[in-house]
């Protein structure tokens, strides 16, 4: 397991609990790569608008109102 930030953890555990049954080492390689990025700083909005469908496709249905919020609040935060 890699080190992640407070943020990243809460992130990571929001995912988990409402990824699909079966979806959730999916769910673990692309939050990986994402904190991966946000580390190196290539991290941006292009990426993440990149990713959404990705993780829209390993959340459950009546999740996705959820995630969709706190991407849009994470994407807030985004440079470019």
């Known amino acids: 397991v890699m080190d992640m930030n407070e943020g990243q953890k809460m992130f990571y555990e929001f995912i988990m609990n409402i990824a ?7 769910a673990e390689k692309i ?11 290539t991290f941006d909005k292009a990426y993440l608008e990149g990713v ?14 959820k995630l969709d919020q706190a991407m849009n ?3 807030s935060h985004l440079k470019g």
């Not at 699909?20 to 999916?26: M, N």
């Not at 939050?31 to 700083?41: A, N, R, S």
């Not at 959404?52 to 109102?65: A, G, Q, T």
């Open 31 to 41: 939050l990986t790569t994402c904190f991966k990025k946000q580390e190196e700083g």
């Open 20 to 26: 699909k049954e079966g979806k959730k080492s999916d």
């Open 52 to 65: 959404m469908p990705k993780l829209r496709e390993i959340v459950k249905e009546e999740e996705i109102d």
């Open 73 to 75: 609040h994470f994407a």
